[in-house]
């Protein structure tokens, strides 16, 4: 038993430390390069975030193996040298909270600050926001905690009166009870109005907690509904729409004059929006053209790039040409076997979660039988999974930033994202992550029972007043396979048609 809990102890240590590498290798891939060599505070908090959150979703997969280690105790107390699971999940979930709550937002707020202004003015300036956002989650946090922070358990009262212990008794399915009068102590045949409801107050952390999975939910629902469907989809139908021939020089070079006056009109409509920026207007209309510019830019850029990818220059023309030719094949497969990994988790959620009783356990059973052929393959696949639904929400936030107004647009480009796209995609990452763990496990219930995530998701937050009912009516479980299933119609209607080139870009008055 402790060589078991010595091994699990070495295993997450070691994990850990390459998580971290891969946080760091991640970070300096996809920085843009005016960021090299700058920046260094969001860099580190975009190092921490990533760590934290693919940490949190490996610790379900830890959780599990954590209870495996004492499943077969011999003597007592030896669970008490297992790792202090319950413990370790507060501290993360905390440490997310305060990323995602404070820090995160105070290194935007500094990165995206005036240039022109000093370093101690834009310290101060994102100071203030920060605290004053603070303050206001404090207050709402507290005054939330002081009125409905309580858990209501419904249990079943069991009672009977004092008997004499008898000198020989039998006991059975017929005769649950010493006393065979008053069969009282049987919860089989109790009375309906044995039913009541225990409250305690809920622990401070585990409120913050449910709360920030509440509000993580939403988002994950929003976004991981669409992304899900839109992140295969998007792949299968950018190789529907691929190039299927190089284009001629004259071909070439027509495309190329329209996309130069394209990228004329965005830079004076650029400077246009600097000038207003230095005069103090940066009203509804202001942030639109904003959110207009941003989005136009993107396009331009994924035109030069698909122009480039027709058009391919140089000596190695003809390599060029046939490496782009097997990358829209890899996006081909690698759609087929996402949206083979999408229908599992819609067709699991639908089964298991959504009909009552569940018609099959699913993906816990996979899960189990993995772990049976080896120790680690169903914990590889779960985890794989959750991550799954991670690069769904990203999917999904990058598809409605193109299509809604509201929504900002923070792409994720190799070697072409800024830090301000790097600190938003991690923020939003550790918020999802949250409700990413919580849905894991709650569809995998079965095989992440008697876990401390269970004891955590699984009652304390289901139970919690004024919130169970979200759970109790599986409300995101239903959002979630509704927007899958709208964007899979959206995608069947309008996925396989070219993008029409735009007009002539000009800022709304």
């Not at 940066?282 to 698909?306: I, S, Y």
């Not at 004024?466 to 309008?494: D, H, M, P, R, S």
Request: overall charge positive; glycine content about 8%; proline content about 3%.
């Amino acid at each position: 038993m402790g060589d078991f809990n010595l091994a699990l102890v070495i295993v997450a240590v070691v994990v850990s430390v390459l998580v971290l590498l891969v946080s760091v290798y991640l970070l300096i891939n996809y920085q843009h390069p005016d960021d090299a060599n700058q920046a260094y505070f969001p860099k580190l908090v975009v190092v921490l975030g990533l760590t934290v959150a693919v940490l949190s979703i490996l610790m379900l997969p830890a959780d599990v193996a954590n209870r495996q280690a004492c499943s077969k105790a011999v003597y007592s107390g030896a669970c008490n040298l297992t790792l202090p699971m319950k413990t370790l999940w507060l501290v993360v979930y905390i440490v997310d909270a305060v990323l995602v709550f404070l820090v995160i937002p105070f290194a935007m707020f500094y990165y995206e600050g005036d240039q022109d202004k000093s370093v101690g003015k834009r310290l101060r300036t994102a100071l203030i926001w920060v605290v004053a956002s603070a303050v206001v989650c404090g207050l709402v946090l507290g005054i939330l905690y002081g009125l409905v922070g309580k858990v209501d358990f419904t249990v079943r009262h069991l009672s009977s009166s004092v008997e004499t212990f008898p000198n020989s008794f039998s006991l059975s399915s017929g005769q649950p009870c010493i006393n065979s009068s008053p069969r009282v102590c049987a919860a089989s045949t109790a009375q309906a109005n044995s039913l009541t409801t225990w409250t305690m107050r809920a622990t401070f952390p585990e409120y913050v907690v449910a709360l920030t999975t509440i509000v993580g939910s939403v988002l994950f629902t929003i976004f991981g509904g669409v992304g899900i469907a839109c992140l295969p989809l998007g792949l299968i139908f950018s190789f529907v729409r691929r190039p299927k021939a190089v284009i001629t020089r004259s071909q070439y070079i027509k495309e190329a004059t329209e996309l130069g006056k394209k990228a004329r009109e965005l830079k004076k409509a650029a400077e246009a929006l600097h000038q207003e920026e230095r005069s103090g207007k940066k009203g509804r209309k202001f942030r639109k053209n904003v959110k207009a510019v941003e989005k136009e830019l993107l396009l331009l850029e994924d035109d030069m790039k698909a122009l480039e990818e027709m058009y391919p220059q140089g000596e190695k023309a003809e390599a060029t040409w046939a490496f782009t030719v097997l990358g829209y094949i890899g996006k081909l497969i690698f759609g087929v076997v996402g949206l083979i990994i999408s229908i599992a988790w819609v067709a699991h959620i639908i089964i298991y979660l959504l009909v009552d009783p569940p018609l099959s356990s699913f993906l816990n059973e996979v899960f189990i039988k993995l772990d049976g052929v080896w120790g680690l393959l169903g914990t590889a696949a779960f985890a794989f999974f959750c991550f799954y639904l991670l690069i769904a929400v990203i999917a999904g936030e990058m598809m409605l930033g193109l299509k809604l107004v509201f929504i900002t647009i923070h792409p994720m480009k190799w070697g072409g994202t800024l830090m301000n796209s790097f600190l938003f995609n991690v923020g939003l990452i550790l918020l999802c992550s949250i409700s990413v763990i919580q849905f894991c496990a709650t569809a995998f219930a079965y095989y992440a029972q008697a876990t401390a995530a269970q004891e955590i998701f699984g009652h304390t937050l289901q139970s919690l007043r004024g919130i169970k009912y979200l759970y109790k009516y599986n409300i995101f479980q239903y959002g979630f396979v509704a927007l899958a299933i709208l964007t899979l119609f959206y995608y069947a209607i309008f996925g396989w048609r070219k993008r029409k080139p735009t007009g002539r870009f000009q800022l709304s008055n």
